[in-house]
């Protein structure tokens, strides 16, 4: 069953599965030793299968199960050439930080091994990065150093929303989240001259606490294309950090964005609900759904819900399904005569009008938190 409906719509469809693995006639043991069987040549299909079997025991709370697959897994992870993610580590963990006090004991050990496993994967600039962080006076909070923030990465930077555990910032277009390769350009210089500072560059130069589970990046959870403005989640903690990753994965996270696409898209002005797009994005299952907000001669404003996390997955549907690309998107089409003369009017020629206009994460409270639309863009619009 669990097989099938991967391969019927993959992670979704078995996270969609009707299934109590608490009385299912399967063992953790049986499930583990039958996919790594059934899929010995596809392990990457192998690794989503058991992830989204964790995802269901998130769901049930069947700590034990996730427990026992969790130990097969790694019981069997050299023979099979296939390892347990940094995704892995995260789903069980916050499933077992449900369960009792040995549970919680097994679910910081595994926290732990994420943490080394980061270390090891990241390059020896950044365990250096990291090592001086940890140095560092103590960690400041965000809202007080926003105004420092936006000095660095300009005037659209805002703090949302900040707990003890994480914050949710709205980045500025142009803005790299983060930079694979340590540069010159990327060090935050007194006074002006900051060329390509990346966001994470900028919050860790004002010393705020960032977790240390993506190898990648400090602090990241997901991420946004430099071009794309709006809201991020940012964690503080390597237990925030994996808490975060569970809920996006389980599809807990709400995320609405704003485009402004080309050419029209046709509306009918008695359709209340938003419509359905499903289509595949780079030949995974993907799921959005859209509603024009404003329409003028050439262009349509619209707000588009991702159902699925596929990467630039809004890009794609608003090229391929709306048959109107993002105006100022290079890669699917967006940079005609008209979107080239808007982009060059607003004066962000690393920009394009994408903007991840809100966000609702349960582990920050569930408030749906709103990110304001950034300034080049309204200049843009009046020219309409």
Sequence with gaps: MIH??????????????????????????????QTFGTFASKRGQAASILNACLGLCCFQNNTSYAHDLWNEWQHLADESGIQPDIVTMCL????LLHGNDEMQAVAE??????????????????????AAARRKAEATSAASVESQLQDILGSDFRVLLETEHMFIISKPSGIACF???STTAGKVKKGKGNADVSLEEALLHVNLPLSTINSEARGLVHRLDRGTSGCLAIAKSDGAHAQLVTEFFLRQVSKKYFCLVSPSVQWNSQQETPILIDSPVSGHVAQSKYRVMKSF???SLVEMETLTGRK??????????????????????GDGSFSNKLIQH???????????ASIQIPFSGGERIEAPIPEWWSSALNTL
């Design 4 to 33: 099938s409906a991967y391969e019927r719509g993959e992670t979704d469809a078995v996270l969609n599965l009707n299934v109590d693995l608490q009385t299912s006639p399967i063992t953790p043991a049986e499930l583990v030793s």
């Design 92 to 95: 069980v963990y916050t499933c």
């Design 346 to 356: 607003a004066g962000t020629p690393h920009s394009f009008f994408l903007h991840a």
């Design 179 to 181: 930079h694979k390769h």
């Design 297 to 299: 001669d050439e262009a």
């Design 109 to 130: 050990s595994i926290l732990d091994l994420a943490v080394r496993n980061s270390k090891k994967q990241a390059g020896s600039k950044r365990r250096k990065s990291m």
């Design 312 to 333: 630039h997955q809004v890009r794609v549907h608003a090229a391929e399904v709306l048959k109107s690309p993002i105006i100022g998107d290079p890669l699917y089409g």
